[in-house]
Antibody, heavy 122, light 108 residues
Framework: EVQLVESGGGLVQPGGSLRLSCAVS???????????MSWVRQAPGKGLEWVAN????????YYVDSVKGRFTISSDNAKNLLYLQMNSLRVEDTAVYYC????????????WGQGTLVTVSS | EIVLTQSPGTLSLSPGERATLSCRAS???????LAWYQQKPGQAPRLLIY???SRATGIPDRFSGSGSETDFTLTISRLEPEDFAVYYC?????????FGQGTKVEIK
């Protein structure tokens, strides 16, 4: 059974940093895998926003413009972990952050974690 | 960036009725790489449809998707009580992958 479990959310001041983790199980998480992994966020009471994704070999990474230069997506295949390093956080980054697997059905997200809340506030 | 516009914002229907949700793209969605997700309060989204018209594993056949290029539709043939939720479309053919703003299907 595929499972994704996020952690690392919390309250941080504007300008601060936070690292989110996503523990992955139930499928091959390696550089030879055909799956991509992504982060999607949802501000309170709002819709979904795709944030970033990475091929599991780590050579391809893409970001939405609003986080480029501030957020970094990465993975540790040996530990089956996906990360999102978030620096220079802004109030507008406040959201539930979901990790998701892409590629089970083309590039759509077929498995999602339960989400972790990041609150940026002074 | 491809902007997806969903309509209506809210759909008020009764169980057993048919729901028709629209998703319009600001430019052609490559290869009909269009997905639909269902989200209930406090839960993560769930993939329903990919490739505009293919159902994901375990999705009931009352859910169907259609459309191409810039106009896509999700149809729920007969609403069950568990179908009342928010539905999002997403295009994944171009980066950044973008979502529509959502359509809420509520009980009338």
């Amino acid at each position: 059974e595929v499972q994704l479990v996020e952690s690392g959310g919390g309250l941080v001041q504007p300008g601060g940093s936070l690292r989110l983790s996503c523990a992955v199980s139930g499928f091959t998480f390696s550089i030879r895998s055909s799956y991509w992994m992504s982060w999607v966020r949802q501000a309170p009471g709002k819709g979904l926003e795709w944030v970033a994704n990475t091929k599991q070999d780590g050579f391809e990474k893409y970001y939405v413009d609003s986080v480029k230069g501030r957020f970094t997506i990465s993975s540790d295949n040996a530990k089956n972990l996906l990360y999102l390093q978030m620096n220079s956080l802004r109030v507008e980054d406040t959201a539930v952050y979901y990790c998701a697997r892409e590629g089970g059905y083309e590039g759509s997200a077929d498995y999602w974690g339960q989400g972790t809340l990041v609150t940026v506030s002074s | 960036e491809i902007v997806l516009t969903q309509s209506p914002g809210t759909l008020s229907l009764s169980p057993g009725e048919r729901a028709t949700l629209s998703c319009r793209a600001s430019q052609t969605v490559i290869s009909s790489y269009l997905a639909w997700y269902q989200q209930k309060p406090g839960q993560a989204p769930r993939l329903l449809i990919y490739g505009a018209s293919s159902r994901a594993t375990g999705i009931p056949d009352r859910f169907s998707g259609s459309g191409s290029e810039t106009d896509f539709t999700l149809t729920i043939s007969r609403l069950e009580p568990e179908d009342f939720a928010v539905y999002y479309c997403q295009q994944y053919g171009s980066l950044p992958k973008t979502f529509g703003q959502g359509t809420k299907v509520e009980i009338k």
